[in-house]
C-alpha cells in the first residue's frame, strides 16, 4: 500500500449504511481525503449497526451500476461490497481497492470464503474490527456464567409453570470460582478483567503464550486440557479457523470436571455441537450459553434450541447502540496511520485468517 499512503488524492468509499454524521466524521479526520457516500444506493439499517441492511432494499440497474462505480474508483473501502464474501471478491478483482475495512470482528471467515488469489491477499489489506465488540461480548459471556451458576434456566421453566418448587436448590458463588477463557486476545482480556471484579480466577489460552497481568495462567492449545481440570466456567472466544474446527471436542468436554458452564461467544466452528449436547446430558456441561453456531441461523431441526440447560442467542451479543460510532473511529485512527505511513491495526492475517 506505499503508494497510496502518502497519496494527495485518496479516495474513501463507503459501501455499508452508516449514519450521515459519521461519515462527515470521516471527512473532517482529513480533508485532503475524499469520501465517497451516497446513502441512496445503500440499504436502510433497521437497527443500530445494521451493517447489511433491510434485505427487501433493491437497487435498480442504474444505481446498481453507481454503485459499483462508485466502489471501483476508492483506494479505501469502508465495509465489504453489500456486506458479503462475494463482494469482497468481486472488488479484489477490480485491482485499485487496497484496504478495506470490515465490520466485524471476525473478519477472516469472510476473507477465507472470498477465495482470494495469493496475489489478490498481498495486495488487499483488510483490517476487522476487533476490540470493538469487547465489551458488549465480555459482559455477554459473564452473563452466560452468571445464568449457570445461579440456575436462572430452572428459574424461567418454575416460572413457566408457576411451581413454587418444595425443596430450594443452592446456587454456586462466582467469587473464588475458575474460569477458564480460550482465546486472550482483546475480547478474552476483556472477559478476564470483567471476571476478576466479580473475584474469579482466571487462566486461558494463547497462541503465542506470553504473560498478562491479572490472569495466572497462561498455555497453548496443548496445555488447555490441564487448565479445564480446575475450571468451574469456560468462555470460549477463538476465532474460526483450520486450527480451532471442533477444538471443543468429545476429548476436551470429557477433560472438564462435572457441571462445568460454557458459553461460546467466539465462532461456531470451534465447538462440535454433536460433543456439547453429549457433555450437557451427561452433566460434564451443566449449562451452555451459545451466541454462536457452527451453522447459522442455527437450524430449526437442531436439539440446541429445546435443550433444558442451554440458552441461544442469535449471534447479537457485540451489538450496542454504540457500534457504528466506535468502528467509525477505529477507521479514523486506522486512516491516520495509513497517511503516516504506520502499521495500520488489526490487519486480518491471510494465512490463518483472523
Known sequence: MMNIMTSSNLTVAIAVPLEAELVESIRAADPAVTVLYEPELLPPERFPADHAGDPAFRRSEAQEDRYWEMLRSADVLYGFPNENAAGLAAIAASGKVQWIQAMAAGAGGAVKAANLSAAELQRLTVTSSAGVHALPLAEFALMGVLNGFKRTAELAANQS??????????????????????????????????????????????????????????????????????????????????????????????????????????????????????????????????????????????????????????????????????????????????????????????????
Not at 196 to 202: F, H, P
Request: proline share 7%; charged share 20%; hydrophobic share 45%.
Open 161 to 354: 409453570a408457576r411451581h413454587w418448587p418444595e425443596v430450594r436448590t443452592p446456587v454456586r458463588l462466582v467469587s473464588g470460582s475458575n474460569l477458564v477463557v480460550t482465546g486472550l486476545g482483546e475480547i478474552g482480556v476483556e472477559t478476564a478483567r470483567l471476571a476478576r471484579t466479580m473475584g474469579m480466577n482466571v487462566s486461558g489460552t494463547k497462541r503465542r503464550v506470553t504473560p498478562i497481568d491479572g490472569v495466572d495462567r497462561v498455555t497453548d492449545t496443548a496445555g488447555l486440557p490441564g487448565l479445564l481440570a480446575a475450571a468451574d466456567a469456560v468462555v470460549n472466544t477463538l476465532p474460526g479457523t483450520p486450527y480451532t474446527e471442533k477444538l471443543f471436542n468429545a476429548d476436551v468436554f470429557a477433560a472438564m470436571k462435572p457441571g462445568t458452564v460454557f458459553v461460546n461467544v467466539g465462532r461456531g466452528s470451534v465447538v462440535d455441537e454433536d460433543a456439547l449436547l453429549e457433555a450437557l446430558d451427561n452433566g460434564q456441561v451443566s449449562y451452555a450459553c451459545l451466541d454462536v453456531f457452527a451453522v447459522e441461523p442455527l437450524p430449526v431441526t437442531s436439539p440446541l434450541w429445546a435443550h433444558p440447560n442451554v440458552l441461544v442467542s442469535p449471534h447479537s451479543s457485540a451489538l450496542s447502540s454504540a457500534e457504528n460510532r466506535l468502528i467509525a473511529g477505529r477507521f479514523i485512527e486506522n486512516l491516520g496511520r495509513l497517511r503516516a505511513g504506520a502499521p495500520l491495526l488489526h490487519v486480518v492475517d491471510p494465512v490463518h485468517f483472523y
